[in-house]
């Protein structure tokens, strides 16, 4: 069994949270309200009493930004880009 799953930053657990947990036993993360998740939420209790290590990522919306496409392209999408 594992202890409660390690803290992720800017996002948070989803349920209830435990003080132990069986052996593959799921959580799932949900990142917080002004980020936007990237990578697989759900981590799971190993045989040998560990976490999987989280590969969730919570990005800050306003690390992205909506810039028109080049106006040669007829289709007039837009595209999102991430701002280094």
């Known amino acids: 069994s594992c202890g409660p799953p390690p803290a992720v930053p800017k996002a948070q657990l989803l ?19 002004g980020f936007s ?29 909506v810039v028109p496409s080049s106006q040669e392209d007829d289709t007039n999408s837009l595209a999102a880009m991430l701002l280094e």
Do not use: F, M
């Open 37 to 65: 998740q990237s990578h697989v939420p759900i981590i799971r209790c190993q045989a040998d009493g560990s976490w999987e290590q989280p590969r969730i990522v919570c990005t800050h919306v306003s690390n992205y930004t």
């Open 15 to 33: 349920g209830k949270l435990k003080v132990r947990y069986e052996t593959d036993s799921v959580v799932r993360y949900q990142c917080k309200a």
